[in-house]
């Protein structure tokens, strides 16, 4: 049996503070807001009970933030894509920021079982004046545990209309993709960070927000295989490349540290489930 599940969260500013309205249909929902940084930041953490999409299933996220809110949006655990006997499995999201608004969307890994057919879109709608921080991790296969990604594949969607389109698709049985250095030269972890506006950012804060990101990669094991950009003024992307989400991890949470302080002037909370 294939599920439908569906969540609206909306993000507003009320009186100084960031409260969050959801709806939900289906095996899909936030749990309480939390307030660890104080009234003007609401973090929340969605939550898709079943602990996995099989082929067929679809998630289909939708949030909202107002102006002058600021919502933060985590998981407790990794998103599963297990196998299909055909049909795919999708997690389609969109995120709408209004002028000024803020969101930081900060799920943990997805992982791809042997076998899955599964899609990953992630598209934003940023006004003037709007930012966001965010990431994306993915794991081919659990290596550590003998169960190779030879079979299967998974399509992933990362877009800023207008601006910034990301989308490519890797097909199991693609060994040249897989293994050459053009490629994902033999790793099975994929990770990217970014940090997006509305409006064309600041030269100066825009320089500052990339060497600072260098700083870190260069002082981390995954160096070698870490690039930072900016492919356009509004967008600063660090990509990486592993064997384990957990070196991907780490990298990612250092560089979403520093771009906090450094772009938002804002100290580095992390959610308190990444400590449970």
């Not at 107002?66 to 999201?93: C, M, W």
């Not at 030269?203 to 990101?213: D, H, N, P």
Request: one cysteine or more; hydrophobic letters at 40%.
């Amino acid at each position: 049996m294939s599920w439908l599940a569906r969540l609206q969260l909306d993000y507003r500013a009320e009186a100084a503070r960031t409260v969050a309205r959801y709806e939900h249909d289906g095996p899909l929902r936030i749990l309480q807001s939390l307030y660890p940084e104080g009234d003007a930041i609401c973090h929340n953490v969605l939550v898709h009970p079943p602990g996995g999409l099989v082929g067929g299933d679809t998630l289909q996220i939708r949030a909202n933030a107002s102006t002058g809110a600021h919502g933060l949006v985590t998981t407790p655990g990794a998103t599963r894509f297990y196998r299909s006997l055909g049909e795919p499995a999708v997690q389609d999201t969109e995120l709408t920021l209004q002028a000024g608004a803020r969101m930081e969307w900060l799920p943990l890994e997805t992982i791809c079982y042997n076998h899955c057919i599964a899609e990953n879109r992630l598209r934003l709608t940023l006004a003037p004046g709007a930012e966001f921080m965010g990431w994306d991790v993915t794991a081919l296969g659990l290596p550590q545990a003998g169960q190779a990604f030879e079979q299967g594949s998974y399509c992933q969607h990362i877009e800023l209309p207008g601006v910034w389109l990301e989308r490519g698709r890797i097909d199991a049985t693609d060994r040249r993709l897989l293994n050459s250095p053009l490629g994902l030269a033999g790793q099975r972890c994929m990770g990217s960070v970014f940090f997006l506006s509305g409006s064309p950012l600041d030269r100066a804060r825009r320089e500052q927000a990339l060497e600072l990101a260098r700083q870190v990669i260069a002082a981390h094991p995954l160096a070698s295989l870490t690039g930072c950009t900016s492919p356009d003024g509004q967008v600063i992307v660090v990509r990486v490349l592993a064997p384990l989400v957990e070196p991907v991890m780490d990298l990612l949470k250092s560089i979403r540290a520093i771009w906090r302080q450094t772009l938002w002037a804002l100290p580095a909370v992390n959610p308190r489930i990444w400590a449970m």
